[in-house]
């Protein structure tokens, strides 16, 4: 059913928090091209300005890779670091110029310099505890050059708190896969989650069953209109109810919701200086959006 199922890499397994290998397909096909548009747009502002031209750049837990290609394009020479085999091997097809590391980002040693690094989606809440998300900074200045600059993302707590409310938020359906996501968190340990709710079909049986086929398409297609997204959550809260002859998997995603202040405080210790945040349109940080810290090694 996978387009291309992930051949995970004879590498030894790591510790981690997460385990994306299982829905490497899924998230491959999702989170394309235009899911990376707007992160793209915020790194052309932010980083790519201050690197020297044909730069080295690391893409700290860099998923499928999909802002390394066009970085490549743009002419930098990249290494996309992650800790999942699966992601990984997506991120070799979609980015093959590119130079990757199996890696954990708590303990990785780069014997590359590089001139800047990001860290994209949120990928640092997985990092459990203050102790660990400073030893990941502690880990990107060493392989920075000096002068290098480092920016990523962060969901924070009143953030957390204001959309992560147990609800369905997000979710597609297909003729052949459906997913829901739903999000909580907890203030009192500033601790979240997110479940990942998967859905496969089986190839019909019956004549009733191919006939109908087409017509299911067309329904679900119309469906991913985005002024559709309330019937289509509406149905995916449900979707065992529609398609009790899929099979149903579910993934559960721990993350923190480091307080900002600490984080701050975590670049500052590892010897980061020039530290800002901002929202990734420029506007005032609030429960909104996401933060965006960007900073350099002196
Ligand atoms: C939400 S995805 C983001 C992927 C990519 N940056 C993007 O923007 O699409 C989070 C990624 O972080 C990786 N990850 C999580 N914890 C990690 C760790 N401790 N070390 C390395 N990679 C990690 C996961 O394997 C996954 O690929």
Redesign the pocket.
């Known amino acids: 059913m996978h387009p291309t199922a992930p051949i995970p890499d004879p590498m030894t397994t790591i510790h ?3 385990d ?1 290998d299982t829905w490497a397909w899924l998230y491959n096909e999702t ?1 394309g091209p235009e ?2 548009r707007e ?1 793209l747009k915020f790194l052309e502002l932010v980083l790519l300005p201050e690197l020297p031209q044909n730069a080295a750049i690391l ?1 700290l ?4 890779g ?2 390394i290609q066009p970085l490549i394009q743009a002419g930098y020479r990249v290494t996309g ?4 085999p699966g ?1 990984l091997s997506y991120a070799r097809q979609n980015a093959p110029q590119a130079t990757y590391l199996l ?4 303990t990785f040693q780069s014997v590359e310099q590089f001139d800047g690094a990001f ?5 640092l809440n ?2 459990m505890t203050l102790d660990d998300l400073t030893q990941v900074f502690r880990n990107v200045f060493q392989s920075l050059r000096s002068g290098g600059r480092f920016t990523f993302d962060l969901n924070h707590p009143a953030q957390m708190q204001k959309w992560w409310c147990n609800r369905i938020v997000e979710g597609e359906i297909s003729s052949r896969y459906a997913w829901r996501l739903k999000p909580e968190y907890h203030p009192d340990r500033f601790e979240g989650a997110f479940h990942v709710t998967l859905f496969e079909a089986k190839p019909p049986t019956s004549l009733l069953g191919h006939l109908s086929q087409p017509v299911k398409t067309l329904f679900y297609n119309c469906l991913s209109l985005r002024r559709l997204t309330g019937v289509r959550l509406r149905l995916l809260a449900r979707f065992e109810q529609m398609q009790p002859t899929w099979t149903k998997s579910h993934l559960t995603y721990r993350v923190k919701g480091h307080p900002l202040p600490a984080v701050q405080t975590a670049l500052q210790t590892v010897g980061f200086t020039d530290i800002s945040i901002q929202t990734i349109d420029g506007s005032t940080l609030d429960a909104n959006h996401s933060a965006h810290f960007i900073c350099r090694k002196p």
Do not use: F, P, V
């Not at 670091?81 to 999942?84: A, P, Q, R, V």
């Not at 890696?103 to 708590?106: F, N, S």
């Not at 860290?119 to 990928?123: D, G, I, R, V, Y």
């Open positions: 981690r928090d997460t994306y989170m899911y990376g992160q893409d837990c860099c998923g499928t999909q802002l670091l992650d800790g999942s992601m890696e954990d980002a708590r860290s994209t989606s949120a990928s997985h990092i």
